[in-house]
C-alpha cells in the first residue's frame, strides 16, 4: 500500500490549506483514513478521520476548522485546513488502517506564520 499526499505549505494564520492523500496498492475499500500531525518536540497526534462509510472523527483543537471528506471510488481522502493559526505548524501525515494494518505516507510540512 502507498500513500501520496499532497498540499502542504506556508499560509499565514488565518489563511487556508488543502492537504489529499491518494491510497494505492490496496483492493480493499473497506478501511480508515485519516490524518495525523507531529509538531516539533511533541508527540504525533491525530488530527481527522473518516472510515469508507462516512463516518468522522476530530481533534478538538480542529472541529469546525478541519472538515475532512473522502472519493471512495479514487481512494483518496481531503482536508481542508481553514483559518488556520500558528499552532497548527507541524508535519502532517497520511494514514490508512486496514484489517490490522497500519500504513503511513511521507509527512507533508504545514507551517502557519503569525
Known amino acids: 500500500v502507498q500513500l501520496q499526499a499532497s498540499g502542504g505549505g506556508s499560509v499565514q494564520a488565518g489563511g487556508s490549506l488543502r492537504l489529499s492523500c491518494a491510497a494505492s496498492g490496496t483492493s480493499s475499500r473497506v478501511n480508515l483514513m485519516g490524518w495525523y500531525r507531529q509538531a516539533p518536540g511533541k508527540q504525533r497526534e491525530l488530527v481527522a478521520s473518516?472510515?469508507?462509510?462516512?463516518?468522522?472523527n476530530y481533534a478538538d483543537s480542529v472541529k469546525g476548522r478541519f472538515p475532512i471528506s473522502r472519493d471512495n471510488g479514487q481512494n483518496t481522502i481531503y482536508l481542508q485546513m481553514n483559518s488556520l493559526k500558528p499552532e497548527d505548524t507541524a508535519v502532517y501525515y497520511c494514514?490508512?488502517?486496514?484489517?490490522?494494518?497500519?500504513?503511513w505516507g511521507e509527512g507533508t510540512q504545514v507551517t502557519v506564520s503569525s
Open positions: 494514514n490508512l488502517k486496514t484489517f490490522g494494518n497500519d500504513y
Open positions: 473518516i472510515t469508507n462509510g462516512g463516518r468522522t
